[in-house]
């Protein structure tokens, strides 16, 4: 049995994967938030985005544009932030 993954490295997975979407606007939506959130996240705030990355980003790309409603699981104060598109550099 493994042990889990600890903090950094669940963080370092969850770059990755927020960076390798395989489109340029979900890369630049998912990495771009972690870029700038990453830092203040806590345990709840990193399964909350690790799980974000399990849906499909056609659905994220949707709830963060407005044009879908949000599901209650991820609705809450990171969406909101995510919703503010504020962080997409390019």
């Known amino acids: 049995m493994t042990e889990p993954a600890d903090f950094t490295t669940r ?3 969850a770059k990755f994967r ?4 395989g489109t340029r606007e979900a890369d630049y939506t998912f990495g771009g938030f ?4 990453h830092a203040e996240w806590d345990e709840a ?3 909350w985005f690790e799980r974000l ?3 499909e980003d056609v659905d ?4 963060v544009m407005g044009t879908a409603e949000v599901p209650e699981a991820f609705a809450g104060a990171q969406m909101d932030a995510m919703r503010k598109l ?3 550099k390019i």
């Open 11 to 13: 963080l370092a997975r």
């Open 18 to 21: 927020a960076w390798h979407r």
């Open 34 to 37: 972690f870029d700038r959130y």
């Open 45 to 47: 705030a990193l399964a």
């Open 53 to 55: 990355l399990e849906q």
């Open 60 to 63: 994220v790309l949707a709830w």
């Open 86 to 88: 504020d962080y997409v």
